[in-house]
């Protein structure tokens, strides 16, 4: 029990740091999310005033998914660095394989459009390293954040 104490000790101190960090960046570097890039037409690129984010809400009726504040640094990519370089440290090990259920995809979390039960889903990784570069993409892969972060 002490064991377990002391690792979850560690991983809220690195998540607090982290926090403290990447705040601290993002009203420093105050750069713009990809909605306000693409459709103001960043690097020469034609704009489409249109474009939606991955996260937004499938109806497109709202934009407001994308956060009001800068998006360099990615909060969620460096919680979850912070999180799986404790993991990792603490294990002495990146090399450990786990499953992860989202709440979102557990079987019974109802879907807002559907109205259903969204289906149970299970993610297997062999790594703390392959979670956490899953948990950085995503954040691209939602359209909520540029590549360089």
Same mark, same amino acid.
């Given at each position: 029990?002490?064991?377990?104490?002391?690792?979850? !000790?560690?991983? &809220?101190?690195?998540?607090?740091? !982290?926090?403290?960090?990447?705040?601290?960046?993002?009203?420093?570097? &105050?750069?713009?999310?990809?909605?306000?890039?693409?459709?103001?037409?960043?690097?020469? &690129?034609?704009?489409?005033?249109?474009?939606?984010?991955?996260?937004?809400?499938?109806?497109?009726?709202?934009?407001?998914?994308?956060? $009001?504040?800068?998006?360099?640094?990615?909060?969620?990519?460096?919680?979850?660095?912070?999180?799986?370089?404790?993991?990792?440290?603490? +294990? $002495?090990?990146?090399?450990?394989?786990? $499953?992860?259920?989202?709440?979102?995809?557990?079987?019974?979390?109802?879907?807002?459009?559907?109205?259903?039960?969204?289906?149970?889903?299970?993610?297997? +990784?062999?790594?703390?390293?392959?979670?956490?570069?899953?948990?950085?993409?995503?954040?691209?892969?939602?359209?909520?954040?540029?590549?360089?972060?």
């Amino acid at each position: 029990m002490e064991v377990n104490a002391g690792l979850f !000790a560690l991983v &809220n101190y690195s998540m607090a740091d !982290a926090g403290i960090t990447t705040w601290d960046s993002k009203h420093f570097y &105050n750069l713009w999310r990809p909605i306000v890039g693409i459709r103001q037409r960043a690097s020469g &690129n034609s704009a489409d005033l249109n474009w939606l984010p991955l996260e937004a809400p499938e109806n497109g009726a709202s934009d407001s998914s994308t956060s $009001e504040f800068s998006f360099y640094v990615s909060g969620h990519a460096t919680f979850g660095l912070a999180i799986f370089e404790v993991l990792r440290r603490f +294990y $002495e090990t990146d090399d450990i394989p786990f $499953e992860f259920q989202s709440d979102e995809y557990n079987g019974k979390t109802m879907d807002s459009i559907t109205r259903r039960a969204r289906p149970a889903r299970t993610r297997r +990784y062999r790594s703390f390293t392959q979670a956490e570069t899953e948990n950085f993409l995503s954040r691209i892969y939602l359209g909520v954040h540029w590549r360089i972060d």
